[in-house]
């Protein structure tokens, strides 16, 4: 059979690693993969058991830390991309407050319920569960009080929630924020759903409920908010609280392959 | 058998690549590749030959993909094989060879993007994967010979396109 000619192979090598993903774009994927798969930490992991990205200024994988230069054709672009860039933006934030669904609504309240409400406990019927269920959850009520109001979303560094409707939008926003150099809010939730998920494996649904606690205070409309509301209700599930749990789920989608396998984790199916 | 996490690491990368190659558009591409991962994840113990793992997985990545365009009721994206490496303010050398690059990586998204799906497909596994060609025909489950055709043919294919396409350029047309 022919060969291709030294140009064609020369064009072929070009787009060998054309669509390479970058490193942030592995790590979060598997971030991610981890929180829905419930997956403990593997390699790659600090002495606390955190996954903490490497990044030195001499890694081919970093993120830019300064701007680029503004010289030649490149740069010549740059303004056009913060331009547009900004636009986007500015876009998503005025779409996010309308497309903002019931069901988002409806999942954040069952996320902030109380999970000890001394009176809520004597009003409800006792279940099966309850006996077994010695679980004292972390005091939501007073970490709201001393959680501020998010003044917007730049402030929080976290991103719109990714629903079906905002999902692209969201996307390119985080297109955009891929380019920057701060990192650290996603690093942080990645951390908490990390704590969070380990903590689930290893059967410890009060010490995850804590962490997935955290992350809500920190990131309420967070990348992996999603994640943390399924692996919610999973340690809700596994610490007894069948009702909530099932609160929160209700509120997922219900295409959520998340929502899936939390409720079949809690024998919901 | 590797384990999930060795699987991760050693095919991320090809899994990434394959879903844009197969029209997965950048705005999708984080959540089919979960998906394939999630899929690899429940199906790795049923898998009958650790041999043939990589074209295991590039089933599933055809079949995910597949079904999300299918879910979103979205047509195959425009090939292109830009990435993140080719936008502005993105590491890599100079100005002028990022813009070489950039041209030539446009210039084969077109040709490949014009090329019947069959045949780009077995085009992009052999060249750009580098596999043989036995193992593209294990993997999409067509006869060895088929397999053959069809890398003969996009190779003519891709010759006569790159001719065209450089006379083209010397007459002040597109590179």
């Known amino acids: ?269 | 058998m590797p384990d999930f996490e060795s699987i991760y690491q050693q095919y991320f990368r090809f899994v990434w690549n394959s879903a844009r190659r197969l029209g997965i558009g950048i705005d999708s591409i984080e959540d089919v590749v979960q998906e394939v991962f999630i899929v690899i994840h429940h199906k790795l113990p049923t898998l009958e030959n650790p041999d043939a793992l990589r074209s295991w997985i590039y089933g599933i990545v055809r079949r995910t993909s597949s079904t999300h365009r299918r879910k979103h009721k979205t047509a195959p994206e425009p090939l292109s094989l830009l990435g993140a490496a080719d936008q502005p303010g993105d590491r890599g050398p100079g100005p002028l060879a990022q813009a070489e690059r950039r041209a030539q990586v446009e210039l084969l998204s077109e040709i490949l993007s014009r090329m019947k799906e069959s045949k780009r497909e077995v085009f992009m596994l052999v060249e750009l994967e580098q596999w043989t060609v036995p193992e593209v025909a294990s993997a999409l489950n067509v006869p060895l010979n088929t397999a053959y055709s069809r890398l003969r043919l996009a190779r003519e294919e891709f010759e006569v396109a790159l001719a065209r396409s450089e006379r083209g350029g010397k007459r002040g047309g597109p590179v």
């Open chain 1, 1 to 269: 059979m022919k060969e291709l000619s030294p140009k064609a192979r020369q064009l072929i090598d070009a787009g060998r690693t054309a669509t390479d993903p970058t490193q942030e774009e592995r790590e979060r994927t598997l971030a991610a993969l981890r929180a829905r798969l419930g997956l403990p930490l593997g390699d790659g992991t600090g002495s606390d058991g955190i996954h903490h990205p490497a990044r030195s200024p001499g890694d081919p994988e970093s993120l830019p830390s300064s701007p680029p230069s503004t010289m030649g054709p490149r740069g010549l672009m740059i303004p056009g991309v913060v331009i547009g860039g900004a636009a986007i933006l500015a876009g998503i934030l005025y779409l996010s407050h309308p497309l903002g669904n019931e069901r988002e609504a409806a999942s954040d309240q069952a996320e902030r319920l109380p999970p000890t409400d001394p009176s809520a406990q004597r009003d409800r019927p006792k279940t099966a569960q309850d006996g077994a269920a010695t679980f004292q959850g972390p005091d939501l009520q007073r970490v709201e009080a001393d959680d501020p109001a998010p003044q917007n979303e730049q402030e929080l560094g976290v991103q719109s929630e990714p629903t079906a409707t905002t999902r692209p939008l969201q996307r390119s926003k985080q297109a955009i924020e891929r380019k920057g150099p701060d990192t650290g809010g996603l690093a942080e939730e990645v951390t908490l759903l990390s704590r969070a998920t380990s903590a689930l494996a290893s059967g410890r649904p009060q010490e995850a409920l804590v962490a997935l606690e955290e992350h809500r205070r920190k990131f309420p409309q967070g990348v992996l908010s999603q994640e943390r509301r399924s692996a919610q209700a999973q340690a809700l599930c596994q610490a007894g609280q069948l009702d909530r749990a099932r609160a929160i789920l209700d509120a997922l989608p219900a295409s959520s392959p998340l929502a899936a396998r939390a409720a079949l984790a809690c024998g919901f199916h």
